[in-house]
Nanobody
Framework: QEQLVEYGGGLVQAGGSLRLSCARS????????MAWFRQVPGKEREFVAS??????TYYAISVKGRFTISRDSVNTAYLQMNSLKPEDTAVYYC???????????????WGKGTPVTVSS
């Protein structure tokens, strides 16, 4: 099921920015809605943001106004993360599917995740 690859994670100071990218290996994301989720060890996976094939975007309240999700029409999605906070520290996962749910259970493709660490 892991057919997406994430790039761009790393260590950043609080208040800094990171840009995550997600690409589908060997295929296109045309027609799929894209989403980013994150997970801290020992906690449940958390919805971060989604961009539907229609272009509509949705954000978790905790990141709204700081994060921006976007995509191209072929095979790449992005998550621009600004004003990062220590509580944003997590492994970030990209996912694609024809249906997006807050739990991510309906997503068809997932990446292996990229770690983001925000130091205070």
């Amino acid at each position: 099921q892991e057919q997406l690859v994430e790039y761009g994670g790393g260590l950043v100071q609080a208040g800094g920015s990171l840009r995550l990218s997600c690409a589908r290996s060997g295929g296109t994301l045309s027609g799929y809605s894209m989403a980013w989720f994150r997970q801290v060890p020992g906690k449940e996976r958390e919805f971060v943001a989604s961009v539907l094939w229609s272009g509509d975007t949705y954000y978790a309240i905790s990141v709204k106004g700081r994060f921006t999700i976007s995509r191209d029409s072929v095979n790449t999605a992005y998550l621009q993360m600004n004003s990062l906070k220590p509580e944003d520290t997590a492994v970030y996962y990209c996912a694609a599917g024809t249906t997006v749910t807050m739990t991510g259970n309906a997503m068809e493709y997932w990446g292996k995740g990229t770690p983001v660490t925000v130091s205070s």
